[in-house]
């Protein structure tokens, strides 16, 4: 947010790295050091030095972007500091500047390069794109902005909530099957001490569900188009539509089979129903 306030004011940082960003005692951010900064706006030039004027390396050679160190490459823009940022990023999550060597020669060898960051298996996928998208070799295949680039991390953390919400759900979907063909398997009973293990087993069955499609709700709430909660939550309705029908409940297996309607996009394979049992 301060970079790209700091581009709306025709500014480029073009030293953004950890070091430069200090985290206040109450989570303020301060964008510091802008010793190298420069000016797009041609309003500043006489004033301020201009991206346009530069004929030296600036910066510090473990984050800088390739048309930082050849000029020609590219005119340093918005997209520069996205590559910086995307450096930053970069160092949060592999725990190391996005360039290195053993000499200043090699570092500005490496930044010149500008191989796209190898992601461990460790870093989720959804922020893997977004890494290599900001440190993309080519400046006009980075985030345009660096507004952009808040927004694509910021539904990231969505995202990973709905996941993770997702997660838990799941889990309460396996506990649901699983009480669901144990109910199944067992045949009713009018001796008080089976007749209270079923109700027992009933209402476990109703806790699960009820966890197992919040999940998948909440989950959806969070990212919409999260296809694997939404086939979840179809699967649980399944899974509950069964269980009624099992025991003669039509008028809750249809409420179930509505809300299941009410989801167009959701694709399952379901299970037949257990045949009711005597």
Same mark, same amino acid.
């Given at each position: &947010?301060?970079?790209?306030y700091a581009h709306?004011? *025709?500014?480029?940082h073009?030293d953004?790295?950890?070091?430069?960003?200090?985290?206040g005692?109450?989570?303020?951010?301060?964008?510091v050091?802008? *010793?190298?900064?420069?000016?797009?706006?041609?309003?500043?030039?006489?004033w301020?030095?201009m991206?346009?004027?530069?004929?030296?390396?600036?910066g510090t050679?473990? %984050?800088?972007?390739?048309?930082?160190v050849?000029l020609a490459r590219?005119p340093?823009?918005?997209?520069t500091?996205?590559?910086?940022? =995307? =450096?930053?990023?970069?160092?949060i999550?592999?725990g190391?500047p996005?360039h290195? =060597?053993?000499?200043l020669?090699d570092?500005?060898?490496?930044a010149y $390069?500008?191989? #796209?960051?190898e992601?461990p298996?460790?870093?989720?996928e959804?922020?893997?794109?977004?890494?290599?998208?900001a440190?993309a070799? &080519?400046a006009?295949d980075?985030f345009?902005?660096?507004?952009?680039?808040?927004s694509?991390?910021s539904d990231?953390?969505?995202?990973?909530?709905?996941a993770?919400?997702?997660d838990?759900?799941?889990?309460?979907?396996?506990d649901?099957?699983? #009480?669901?063909?144990e109910? /199944? @398997?067992?045949?009713?009973?009018?001796?008080l001490?089976?007749?209270?293990r079923q109700?027992?087993r009933?209402?476990?069955?109703q806790?699960?569900? /009820?966890?197992a499609?919040?999940g998948?709700?909440?989950?959806?709430?969070?990212?919409?188009a999260?296809?694997?909660? @939404?086939e979840g939550?179809a699967?649980?309705?399944l899974?509950m539509? $069964? %269980?009624? #029908?099992a025991?003669?409940?039509?008028?809750?297996?249809? =409420?179930?089979?509505?809300e299941?309607g009410d989801e167009?996009r959701?694709?399952?394979?379901?299970?037949p129903?257990?045949?009711?049992?005597?």
């Amino acid at each position: &947010e301060a970079v790209h306030y700091a581009h709306s004011r *025709g500014v480029l940082h073009l030293d953004l790295k950890p070091d430069n960003v200090m985290i206040g005692a109450f989570r303020e951010v301060y964008l510091v050091d802008w *010793g190298v900064a420069v000016s797009t706006d041609d309003a500043q030039r006489d004033w301020l030095p201009m991206a346009d004027e530069v004929s030296e390396i600036l910066g510090t050679p473990a %984050y800088l972007a390739p048309e930082m160190v050849d000029l020609a490459r590219a005119p340093l823009s918005a997209r520069t500091d996205v590559y910086l940022l =995307g =450096g930053t990023l970069h160092e949060i999550l592999l725990g190391r500047p996005p360039h290195e =060597g053993e000499s200043l020669h090699d570092l500005l060898y490496a930044a010149y $390069g500008a191989q #796209l960051p190898e992601v461990p298996p460790s870093v989720p996928e959804e922020l893997g794109r977004i890494l290599r998208k900001a440190m993309a070799p &080519e400046a006009a295949d980075r985030f345009e902005s660096a507004e952009a680039l808040r927004s694509a991390l910021s539904d990231f953390l969505e995202h990973r909530v709905a996941a993770s919400v997702a997660d838990r759900a799941r889990e309460a979907l396996v506990d649901l099957r699983m #009480l669901v063909d144990e109910s /199944a @398997r067992e045949p009713t009973h009018p001796k008080l001490r089976i007749a209270e293990r079923q109700d027992s087993r009933n209402a476990q069955v109703q806790r699960a569900f /009820a966890r197992a499609r919040f999940g998948f709700a909440e989950a959806l709430r969070h990212h919409s188009a999260a296809e694997d909660a @939404r086939e979840g939550l179809a699967s649980a309705l399944l899974a509950m539509t $069964g %269980y009624h #029908l099992a025991r003669m409940e039509t008028a809750s297996a249809e =409420g179930l089979l509505q809300e299941l309607g009410d989801e167009p996009r959701a694709e399952t394979h379901a299970s037949p129903a257990p045949e009711p049992v005597s």
